[in-house]
C-alpha cells in the first residue's frame, strides 16, 4: 500500500511540474537524453542540501557544465517545503528525481519539488546552460523569511 501512494504521490509531483509547460518546452534542454547518456556518472558529485525553517543549507550552489550531479534534497524542518527553481531546471538535463526508500520519476522537466517533513529526494542532472539561477520556497511567507538562494552553472 505504502508503495502506491508513493507512487500516486510522484505522478503528482511530475503532473505539477510539467502543468506549468504548457507551450515552453522549447526552453528546456530538448535533448536531455543525449547529455544524460554522455555524462560519466561514475564521477557523479553528490550535494546535499538541507531544508528547515527558513533556509537552505546551503543556500548557494556552483555546478559545471557536463558534469554529472546528484542533489539530495532534505527536509529537516517542521513543515513541508518547495525547492523552486523554473529557470534552473530549464538549465539541467534531468535523469531521474528518486525516493532512496520507495521509487524513482523519469520525467525531463520539472518547475519545483516538493519535500514533506522528514522526506528525502534525489535529483540526477547534468548541467547543460551556464548561468546563475534562483531558488526559493514557495509556501506561505517561507521566501520573504530567508528562504532563497542562488544556483550558479558555470
Known amino acids: 500500500m ?8 510522484m505522478a503528482g509531483l511530475a503532473i505539477m511540474g510539467l ?5 515552453a518546452a522549447e526552453d528546456y534542454v530538448v535533448n536531455s537524453a543525449d547529455y544524460v547518456k554522455a555524462a560519466d ?22 555546478f559545471k557544465v557536463g558534469k ?16 523552486t527553481a523554473p529557470e ?18 523519469k520525467a525531463p522537466y520539472f518547475t519545483a519539488i516538493e519535500l514533506m517533513v522528514g522526506g528525502q ?9 551556464k548561468g546563475t539561477y534562483p531558488v526559493f520556497c ?3 511567507d517561507h521566501q520573504k523569511q530567508g528562504m532563497e538562494g542562488h544556483l550558479v552553472i558555470e
Open 2 to 9: 505504502k508503495v502506491k501512494i508513493f507512487a500516486a504521490w
Open 19 to 23: 502543468s506549468d509547460l504548457g507551450n
Open 41 to 62: 556518472w561514475k564521477a557523479m558529485e553528490k550535494i546535499t542540501v538541507t531544508m528547515d525553517e527558513f533556509s537552505y543549507n546551503p543556500k548557494h550552489m556552483v
Open 68 to 83: 554529472a550531479y546528484q542533489l539530495i534534497l532534505k527536509n529537516e524542518g517542521e513543515k513541508k517545503h518547495y525547492f
Open 88 to 105: 534552473f531546471y530549464k538549465a539541467i538535463a534531468t535523469r531521474k528525481l528518486q525516493s532512496n526508500k520507495d521509487g524513482e520519476i
Open 121 to 129: 529526494l534525489d535529483l540526477y542532472f547534468v548541467p547543460v546552460k
Open 138 to 140: 514557495t509556501i506561505d
